[in-house]
Nanobody, 118 residues
Framework: VQLQASGGGLVQAGGSLKLSCAAS????????MAWFRQAPGKEREKVAH????????YYADSVKGRFTISRDNAKNTVYLQMNRLKPEDSADYYC????????????WGQGTLVTVSS
């Protein structure tokens, strides 16, 4: 599967952004999907993941209550709605996919940059 992330940009603290990740292929619903982020000088961090059907989600403590991951299997797309953004949310955001693992992801999209100004 090939993944194409989009939706990043510059936003003021307290604002919102919605990231999208479009997947190629006809088996999108077979993949566990996740969003990761990496800020300069920091390790990559998993932000959220979502099960194949969308019924189960996980969030890092740092974004819980502010971010929402969702998917539309008919559109082969996973989303990350980010609300009440903080400067520390600034990072490159990556979507990832795997057929069976919630921990190790085989397929990665390119990053989309999110910058939150204070």
């Amino acid at each position: 599967v090939q993944l194409q992330a989009s939706g990043g940009g510059l936003v003021q603290a307290g604002g919102s952004l919605k990231l999208s990740c479009a997947a190629s292929g006809r088996t999108f619903s077979s993949y566990i999907m996740a969003w990761f982020r990496q800020a300069p000088g920091k390790e990559r961090e998993k932000v959220a993941h979502i099960s194949r059907s969308g019924s189960m989600t996980y969030y890092a403590d740092s974004v819980k209550g502010r971010f929402t991951i969702s998917r539309d299997n008919a559109k082969n797309t996973v989303y990350l709605q980010m609300n009440r953004l903080k400067p520390e949310d600034s990072a490159d955001y990556y979507c990832a996919a795997d057929l069976s693992s919630y921990i190790h992801y085989t397929y990665w999209g390119q990053g989309t940059l999110v910058t939150v100004s204070s």
